[in-house]
């Protein structure tokens, strides 16, 4: 009897399990236009002012997982041929919460050849990471993504 | 020991795209940090990073305290001339440091 009750638990908890996994997937992905905290918000106004910034032609690497937020590997990478007629200018790098929302601001001529970037960064919190291209034309790209942090960047640590 | 490291190919073809790597020995202190007695360590973070290739800017980068500790920066560049890089980092309490690195291309 006991035995039985176990296992219909156990069963009960994978379905919810994997059912919150299910859920969550599309919460991420159908609100790119999330709202996020106020500092991030007026972070990227700072850099777009009124513009228009689309999703896509970005490209955000960084591990899903992160076991020590003092030094997380990051690459962006933006699609663009780099000619001098068309040519990434700049990338953006924001965080959501960390006590500061910059990363990085990435500035690139037409010499550039190839409009990546890659460094290591400081993760406070399990929080998404957000990346806007400004292009040679004018317009805006991002993207984001989200990263968990185990042990998190010790910004209030004594020392 | 020298503060900076630099790797960039040493010949290359003309035209040919080229990944620069650097890596600059810094603390890169956020300034969020608290001593036992409760006082702020100061800010001490390198703010800015630039790269010239025979005097014209092929890449440059603002830093934030969100940079982990000794900046590892890693970027590209299309080789059309043999020449010098000069790269310079610039951060709090008047910390500035530059490096360069030649390259020779067919």
């Given amino acids: 009897m006991r035995k039985q009750d176990q296992s219909t638990r156990r069963r009960f908890l994978g379905l919810a399990g994997s059912a919150a996994v299910l859920g969550s997937v599309p919460a991420v992905t159908l609100r790119p236009a999330e709202a996020t905290p106020a500092t991030l918000a007026s972070a990227i106004r700072n850099v777009v002012g ?42 953006h790098v924001f965080n959501e919460k960390n006590p500061q929302p910059n990363i990085g ?29 400004r292009l040679s034309d004018g317009s805006f790209w991002s993207t984001s993504t989200d990263v968990v942090v185990t042990l998190a960047a010790c910004t209030d640590e004594v020392i | 020991m020298p503060s900076a490291l630099i790797n960039v190919p040493r010949h290359a073809k003309r035209g040919e795209i080229i990944e620069i790597k650097t890596l600059m020995s ?51 560049t299309v080789a059309n001339d043999s020449g010098k890089f000069e790269f310079e980092w610039i951060g709090d309490k008047g910390f500035a440091e530059t490096a360069s690195a030649s390259i020779t291309v067919e």
């Fill in chain 1, 50 to 91: 009124g513009a228009v910034v689309r999703t896509g032609k970005v490209k955000l690497d960084l591990p899903p997982l992160v076991e020590n937020g003092n030094t997380v590997p990051m690459t962006v990478s933006v699609s663009s041929p780099m000619t001098p007629d068309e040519y990434v200018k700049s990338i």
């Fill in chain 1, 105 to 133: 601001n990435y500035y690139f001529g037409p010499l550039a050849g190839r409009a990546q970037v890659s460094t290591r960064i400081r993760l406070a919190d399990s929080q998404k990471i957000v990346a806007i291209a």
């Fill in chain 2, 26 to 76: 810094h603390i890169m202190e956020t300034g969020y940090r608290h001593t036992a007695n409760g006082d702020v360590v100061p800010r001490d973070i390198i703010t800015s990073f630039s790269c010239r290739f025979n005097g014209a800017e092929i890449f440059r980068a603002d830093l934030f305290p969100a940079v982990a500790a000794n900046p590892f920066i890693t970027f590209f």
